[in-house]
Nanobody
Framework: QVQLLESGGGLVQAGGSLRLSCAASGRTSRSYGWFRQAPGKEREFVAA????????LHAESVKGRFTISRDNAKNTVYLQMNSLKPEDTAVYYC?????????????????WGQGTQVTVSS
């Protein structure tokens, strides 16, 4: 019943910006997260937010550059990505959790989108 669809990825120059969107359909989750995965590497936590927006968490590697937010009326979660670096290159995934807590552990999430590619060139 729950479906997540990411969009907004692309190819950008280092220092540029992208805004990723995660559209949720069906029953909304109590919290959402963004993860990323580069080839040959484990899926890595990026940011998380409770649906009400009371709790937000960003990974240290993106703190000050990325911002997670949500629009409840549109059932959409966003990831604003500024000052992009080549090491940010990865497939970015949106995830939903039935738990109303922000968490860095991918095992705490129940639903996943298909992913959107972000490539940052030097």
């Amino acid at each position: 019943q729950v479906q997540l669809l990411e969009s907004g990825g692309g190819l950008v120059q280092a220092g540029g910006s992208l805004r990723l969107s995660c559209a949720a359909s069906g029953r909304t989750s109590r919290s959402y997260g963004w993860f990323r995965q580069a080839p040959g590497k484990e899926r890595e936590f990026v940011a998380a937010i409770t649906w009400g927006g009371a709790n937000i968490l960003h990974a240290e590697s993106v703190k000050g550059r990325f911002t997670i937010s949500r629009d409840n009326a549109k059932n959409t979660v966003y990831l604003q990505m500024n000052s992009l670096k080549p090491e940010d290159t990865a497939v970015y995934y949106c995830a939903g959790s039935r738990l109303g807590l922000v968490n860095i552990d991918r095992e705490r999430y129940d639903y996943w989108g298909q992913g959107t590619q972000v490539t940052v060139s030097s």
